[in-house]
Nanobody, 121 residues
Framework: QVQLVESGGGLVQPGGSLRLSCAASGSIFDISAMGWYRQLPGKQRELVAGITGDGTTNYVDSVKGRFTISRDNDKNTVYLQMNSLKSEDTAVYYC???????????????WGRGTQVTVSS
């Protein structure tokens, strides 16, 4: 099996910072894109930040300049550094990774169970 485990969420004051981590483990041959999604209260899940295997990144407009996505391929881990947090960033954040378990098998998207980020004074 493939498992993605997020960590680093919690409660932070507006203007503060958090760093989320997501480690993929299990039967993994290769990981291409990885990303962070979030689901705001009453909203649909949205892509916050994504990163390709060669390091190309993209961000939703609302977090540009504040969040930075990165990855450590040796550890099968993706990070999301979140600075200047706002109350509207409060959400459950989900890790996603596109993985093939063996060469020649289809690529599949895997999800973590989510980590809560709460920005409040």
């Amino acid at each position: 099996q493939v498992q993605l485990v997020e960590s680093g969420g919690g409660l932070v004051q507006p203007g503060g910072s958090l760093r989320l981590s997501c480690a993929a483990s299990g039967s993994i041959f290769d990981i291409s894109a990885m990303g962070w999604y979030r689901q705001l209260p009453g909203k649909q899940r949205e892509l916050v930040a994504g990163i390709t295997g060669d390091g190309t990144t993209n961000y939703v407009d609302s977090v540009k300049g504040r969040f930075t996505i990165s990855r450590d391929n040796d550890k099968n881990t993706v990070y999301l550094q979140m600075n200047s947090l706002k109350s509207e960033d409060t959400a459950v954040y989900y890790c996603n990774a596109r993985i093939r378990r063996r060469y020649g098998t289809p690529w599949s998207d895997y999800w973590g169970r989510g980590t809560q980020v709460t920005v409040s004074s």
